[in-house]
């Protein structure tokens, strides 16, 4: 199984940013060291059919389609390895508001994956240790410290241009928290598709 990262190439449009690559690139080595790789980005991943068939095929149940397929097959003693030679073109979202719906759902998509692999968190073996370092992580890191974030961390501390992206990113938690306690149902938010990226022609053996 592979996690890659996902370039953005930088086009004319000035709505598109390249993806921030580096910090992707330092967190999967990360998690593959300590064999607890929350997801395989839904834009390119292997995957063997058998493991596939054994986890019961890609669920339906959350927004987080990806986390929660590999969450369960972490949890059944596989290990998902992150290949950082792997390559895939994404499209970014070409307005605030698209980007809003993006990592909203991606957020709490994620929070229900949390949910319904908390089990792991007391089972022994590969899905405890999976468990406790993984949920563990993302309890901490992508939940609880961007609550509270806003509250400990000045707003003049920040550079403008992390400003506006850190904080749509607290407020998005926040929304995505609320909506997970009231349980309220979300849809899909399906980001407009543009095409931007149908014209790049496919790279050459020698440049992959």
Not at 138 to 163: D, G, I, M, N, T
Not at 172 to 198: D, E, K, N, P
Request: aromatic content about 8%; charged content about 20%; overall charge positive.
């Amino acid at each position: 199984m592979t996690g890659t990262r996902i370039p953005v190439r930088r086009r004319a449009d000035p709505r598109l940013r390249p993806a921030p690559g580096a910090p992707r690139r330092t967190g999967r080595r990360m998690f593959d060291v300590l064999e607890c790789m929350p997801t395989v980005p839904g834009a390119i991943g292997a995957f063997r059919r058998s493991v596939l068939a054994r986890v019961g095929g890609v669920p339906a149940d959350t927004l987080a389609e990806d986390t929660d397929l590999t969450m369960a097959i972490c949890r059944s003693g596989y290990r998902v390895v992150y290949e950082e030679k792997a390559i895939a073109w994404t499209e970014a979202p070409s307005s605030l508001r698209q980007l809003w719906r993006q990592r909203y759902r991606w957020c709490h998509g994620t929070m229900q994956a949390m949910r319904k692999h908390r089990r792991s968190l007391v089972e022994r073996g590969a899905s405890g240790r999976f468990g406790r370092r993984c949920l563990t992580y993302l309890a901490v890191f992508q939940v609880l410290l961007p609550l509270f974030a806003p509250a400990v961390r000045p707003l003049w501390a920040l550079p403008l241009q992390q400003f506006a992206y850190r904080q749509l990113m607290y407020l998005v938690v926040v929304q995505s928290v609320v909506t997970a306690l009231l349980g309220a149902r979300l849809g899909w938010h399906t980001i407009r598709r543009t095409g931007t990226f149908s014209d790049v022609p496919p790279q050459p053996a020698s440049a992959r």
